[in-house]
């Protein structure tokens, strides 16, 4: 590349270019003269036009109420309906009299204000249609095959610098047309760079963004941006790249003169991939060992290691159980037993998340499930599922091949819901705004949205009824019971008994139907078409920007669904799924957010978001490779210490981000880190009784147990609304307080497996499990007394009963003395008996406590490095200062526990 | 940042644009809107808000609207008693709240159609009936977005705990739950306001001073990520709360004096009442407070009767009263409510009443709610509104307009919709006077 400026001006030539051959010129110069007669086309000016006035807007006509009686397409492309709206607003006979026109030019009073001027080129396009008798689209027309926008991608240099765009639309009968003045053009960020309504580009900070252009059904987005500094291209300082990952990040951070961060420290590192994969800490001996190894492939090792451990089967489980929405309350009345069907799909996912089964095959249990196994008979059926529910069986649903919950759950049974579950899932789409709408940010249709909508009709998903030749089999297992007339709720609680008593009951199913057959048949001598059962699956659909298919020929309408998800020309279901699992390492996604893909959206670095869905699919979708690919760049391993020029970049990866944990890690972290040593080194070997562990979800979900409040104010995913951000990561004025002052906090600090008693035990302190307040410590002092007291009056007559005993005293004598001494052990118990331990209390106050290690222990044990002296001066006076050591070491971990540095990861 | 698009045309940007500054951003239709709003709401007079959630259902044919002429099998065994207003009767097991008619109105005829306790409650919290999905925030949730409060003070406090979620607006909005049940005379630990573990003001000060020296890792940097100065700030705010007199003696009833605390009796709902209103006293915005055992399948008069009604009367009569006394009716309106009605026809099986949504009653008073009258009607056996009646919607709708709050507001969802904070609300003007 050559020095700065010129790229902007050849990219500017490219443009002009373009426009010399047989593109028709703009509308704002066609019309602009009084005298044309051009008829203007209903659907490649009028409505574009409407669009680009405001018409349509869902402030104005668009709304679903529409606008003082006038409603037109939000966002336009549904011509008819447009259509048919209009003509009820043109004046054939005096076209200038038309309201469509008399409206927006004020001539009568519009709420929406002045929108046309009068003898503009817009006003003269809008009149000559009308004159022409206002034509509508024909069915067999044209449609647009493409819009070409030059430049096609901006760079700024400095302050002041323009660009105009130009959008060409290239139609499927060959026009082409220039189209700059019908498109809507807008901005992802007006501090990069702002754009007027006829698409000219003003360049203003340095950073980088993307105008979006949209005509018809064409959404087009231009990168925009600016250097932050001057090291770009061959000036930006050498950096290593070990990793295809490293080379394309690099690649454009030498665009954008933005140099990344060094690597970052063997702590760090060890810290954030140890919460990132496991979702736990690294163990005081585990970051010794680490730092120490000087082995150059230790990183590697350890994210090896990590993969392998069943935190990061927990974690990625509840990952995958928030992507498909496992939620409890969607799921209610499922299963016999509350919260076994959320409980079930988290094992059924788990168990294929520890073998590493490849992600379209977990995929494919999900979108192809029905409840029975091939080959299974209903009775078999029936007894395989009852054995779950029996006590001391050792089955899992783990066991069984397909997940059928998936398409069980209340939210999922609508065709629409369908539709919109399954789009945000697996291809990372917010489809729903297609629903009642042309997409706004994507080129998806309500066309598209029905169209697809026909693979989900083949599913009876709510579990209720088994297939309809097995509904006398039901019966006959039903009528064993005496469950008389009861029905629904009643029933299903009556079967929940039974079946945990060891019966066998009858279950419901998920079960798919074919689409219709059509056979042919004689009626009168005459052969007919007719057809045969099928229910209400479809037997035609269209996958998202394909042609129709036509279903007849498949047993399951969901195969061709599958088929095209994990082929490798699917344009969306490997990045939807590399793109989450990037935004979990990265606290963004390569798109933003992560389930939100669209062409208004574009990746900010698309070469990168291809390699990586590129290189999954060619890994047969191991997840594991896909972990791997990532954790060994050099990008992940950065630190967050920023340099002048990467400061504000958030988005492409030129430094680690700091980010909030999510609620189940920051909960599990917090145990962890106030645990004893063994406690603590329990959570790389087990996820049981952690937060990440946790399988249902739902915003009236039970079993979150003691993290139930934590998970609330933090934000667990509650799995319900199809949508990435159903997880909160933003932080809260809740969340603090509960840091600081809970007492669920504060008491974990003091459990007997605790790490503080663990200091007391090691260094033979007494361990009061409170900061003794003033009124404790008057009765603190009290107690103290007392123990003397009776300490010593018991000593006096333990010394009598001796002297009494050895001076050969009488019997009677000496059994009274022993009943008395033997009274007042008693009476004064817990006086005489402080503590665990049997030191007494002069031996325990003379022990020290090693307070530079358990000061250096509790750096680790929460923040995973040692203080710097700073620090440890601090932490050292601070205790020194307080009531005893061990409260002085509450203090220093309670503050630990509070900064931002052990709450984030970083 | 992350740039939210949205389904029409919005960004957050253009959002905020409009919101703050107005000019550029806004268009004329939503300048209209607005102008309409804030001539809807010069006349609001509520600063602060509380919401009593009857849970299980309370019936209205036993309570505020009885119908003594109805026929054996729906009537049921109480009396009705005249009230301080002519012409309004309620329940003879309300005798003090009859003395206080004046200060609250009485909405009858309030009708809708989920029977089921956990929605209906969902929709009553929220005034916008349940949808699979989405999560629409509870009243406190808006609240505690649109007005200001107190720094040392949480806003949206919910005594115990609240089924009013902060659903799309996200886990900032969330209520400060106290957890506990309040009891008049004894000390009262609060969920992360009380000094744990045998604190002291001064040990706190003492840690948050080592926690300052050891906090300081990002450095210069903290100011350059949303994250963490937001962490930073909310430390600080936490801390202020957490220490500060303000916070704590606004949660501590027992600094009441006896002959204020003394007509809230001893209930849990009573002391409750009091909390709350030293809290509303304090500048809290939003409290809940939530109330169960209105489920009578079973029982229902002598539930009623000894159980349910005099702890009700005692309090709700002690509330309005100790509102007034304090001057602080006028700047706080309440909003009492179950999730539902009870069938008008008795279940002679267990002599009860069970869950009917389609007719119920609900309580308003304060903040601009003109007292002394009953709004609605039921008909003859109390079975349907007898004209067209009110939603949980519209009482949703007055609701925030008492607090100056436009309910047509419109917000983002989290996946980028937009919909308004009630959708099919509209305010009922007679309430107001």
Known sequence: MKAHGTIFTVLLLTGAVAASDSTIDTAAVRFAADATTETPDFQRHVVPLLGKLGCNGRACHGSFQGRGGFRLSLFGYNFKADHDEISGRVDPETPPESLVLQKPLMEIPHEGGQRLKPGSWQHRLLLNWV?????????????????????????????????QLKAVAVWSDGNREDVTDLCRFQTNDDQVADITSSGFIEASASGDTHVVVSYDSAVVAVPVMRPVSDKTGKNYPDTPTPTKI????????????????????????????????????????????????????????????????????????????????????????????????????????????????????????????????????????????????????????????????????????????????????????????????????????????????????????????????????????????DTGDLK???????????????????????????????????????????????????????????????????????????????????????????????AAYFNVGIVNPPDDMNLANPPSNAPLLDHLATGFIAHGFDMKWLHREILNSRTYQLSWRPNSTNRLDERNFARAVPRRLPAEIAWDMVSQAVSNDDKFARFASSTDGRAIAITGAGTRYRGNGDASYAMTIFGRSIRESNCDCDRSEEP?????????????????????????????????????????????????????????????????????????KKNGGNENQIARMEAQVRSSRKKWKQYLNPGATDNSEDNTSHAVVNVAKAIDDAYLRTLSRKPTNAEAADATEFVAQAENEMDGLRGVMWALLNTKEFIVNH | MAFFRTCDGFGRRDFLRAGVAGGAGL???????????????????????????????????????????????????????????PGIYISEHLPKLAQVMDK???????????????????????????????????????????????PELPKFVAIPKSQQRPGYLGVRYAPMNTSAMPAVGSPFRVRGMSLGSGLTVTDV????????????????????????????????????????????????????????????????????????????????????????????????????????????????????????????????????????????????????????????????????????????????????????GFSPDDVAASFYHALGINHEKEYKTTTGRPVMIVRNGNVIPELFA
Not at chain 1, 778 to 783: G, Y
Request: aromatic letters at 8%; glycine letters at 8%; a neutral charge.
């Open chain 1, 131 to 163: 004159k022409a008798d206002s034509p509508g689209r024909s069915e067999d027309a044209a449609t647009l095959s493409e819009l070409m926008v030059t430049p096609a991608e901006v760079q700024f240099r400095k302050d002041g610098q323009q660009v």
């Open chain 1, 246 to 481: 490293d080379e394309l990040v690099i690649a454009r951070l030498k665009k954008l003169g933005v140099v990344q961060s060094d690597r970052c420290s063997d702590e760090e590192f060890l810290r954030r991939v140890s919460l990132d994969v496991t979702g736990a800490l690294p163990t005081v001996k585990e970051i010794r060992q680490f730092v120490a190894n000087e082995t150059s492939d230790k990183r590697a090792k350890k994210i090896d290691e990590l993969l392998e451990r069943p935190g990061y089967t927990a974690w990625w489980t509840t990952k995958l159980c928030d992507f498909t929405g496992n939620s409890d309350d969607q799921l209610n009345n499922v299963t016999p037993i509350r919260q076994a069907a959320s409980q079930q799909w988290y094992e059924w996912i788990h168990a294929r998340v520890d073998q590493n089964v490849p992600y379209d095959e977990i995929v494919e249990g999900l979108v192809m499930a029905v409840s029975r196994d091939p080959g299974e008979s209903y009775e078999d059926y029936c007894t395989n599922i009852s054995q779950l529910y029996h006590k001391g069986n050792d089955r899992s649903f783990a066991d069984r091949e397909q997940m059928p919950h998936y398409w069980s759950r209340r939210n999922f049974q609508q065709m629409e819901d369908r539709v919109i579950g399954f789009a945000y899932t697996f291809l990372g789409v917010r489809i729903q705004c297609a629903q009642c709408h042309k997409h706004p940010f994507d080129k998806w249709t309500q066309d598209d949205f029905k169209g697809f909508q026909g693979f989900f009709t083949g599913v009876t998903g709510r579990n209720t009824n088994p297939r309809p030749e097995n509904r006398g089999e039901y019966k006959q297992m039903l009528a064993k019971f």
């Open chain 1, 488 to 582: 629904g709720g009643q029933l299903r609680n009556e079967l929940r008994k039974i079946v945990q008593k060891g019966e066998i009951i009858p279950f419901g199913e998920v079960y798919s139907t074919p689409p219709p057959k059509v056979v042919v048949v004689e009626r009168k001598g005459r052969k007919q078409n007719v057809r045969r059962g099928g229910g209400r699956t479809a037997t035609e659909a269209r996958l998202l920007g394909e042609t129709p298919i036509d279903l007849t020929g498949y047993e399951d309408v969901r195969e061709p669904l599958m088929a095209w998800l994990r082929s490798p020309e699917n344009p969306l279901f490997a990045k939807a799924f590399v793109n989450r699992v990037w």
């Open chain 1, 732 to 804: 809260s004025l809740l969340q603090t307080i509960f840091l600081r002052n809970d007492s669920q906090i504060l008491e974990m600090l003091d459990t007997k497996e605790g790490w503080l008693a663990q200091v007391a035990k090691e260094n033979g302190v007494p361990f009061s499990s409170r900061t003794p307040s003033r009124t404790d410590k008057s009765k603190l002092a009290r107690l103290a007394q007392l123990r003397v007291t009776y300490t010593n009056r018991l000593t006096a007559q333990q010394t009598a009963l001796a002297r009494l």
């Open chain 2, 27 to 85: 268009s004329l239709a939503s300048y209209m809107q607005m102008a309409h709003a804030n001539q809807l709401h010069k006349g609001a007079k509520a600063r602060s808000a509380l919401f009593i959630n009857l849970n299980g259902g309370p019936s209205h044919m036993d309570t505020f609207d009885l119908k003594p002429d109805a026929p054996d099998e729906y009537r049921g065994e109480f009396s009705p008693i005249q009230t301080n207003i």
């Open chain 2, 104 to 150: 609250f109105c009485i909405l009858r005829g309030v009708s809708h159609s989920v029977a089921a306790h956990q929605l209906g409650t969902e929709y009553v919290n929220s005034g916008n009936r349940p949808l699979p999905s989405l999560e629409f925030p509870g009243y406190g949730a808006v609240v505690s977005k649109e007005l200001s409060g107190d």
């Open chain 2, 205 to 388: 000060e003492k840690r948050n001073n080592l926690l300052s020296k050891l906090d300081r890792t990002f450095g210069e940097f903290e100011a350059e990520s949303q994250l963490l100065d937001g962490l930073g700030q909310f430390g600080q705010q936490a801390h202020a709360m957490i220490t500060s007199s303000k916070s704590r003696d606004a949660f501590d009833i027992s600094k009441e004096s006896p002959e204020f605390a003394e007509p809230f009796g001893k209930s849990g709902l009573g002391a409750s009442c009091l909390l709350a209103l030293r809290l509303v006293e304090s500048g809290v915005r939003f409290i809940t407070v939530t109330n169960g055992g209105w489920d009578t399948h079973r029982e229902n008069w002598d539930a009623l009767s000894t159980r349910q009604l005099p702890p009700l009367d005692e309090s709700l009569s002690a509330l309005f009263a100790g509102l007034e006394t304090r001057g602080l009716l006028d700047s706080t309106v309440v909003y009492i409510t179950g999730e539902f009605g009870r069938t008008p026809k008795i279940n002679t099986e267990r002599n009860g009443r069970d869950h009917y949504p389609r007719n119920m009653f609900m309580l308003m008073a304060g903040g601009g709610v003109k007292g002394g009258q009953v709004l609605g009607e039921s008909d003859a056996k109390g079975t349907l509104p007898k004209n067209e």
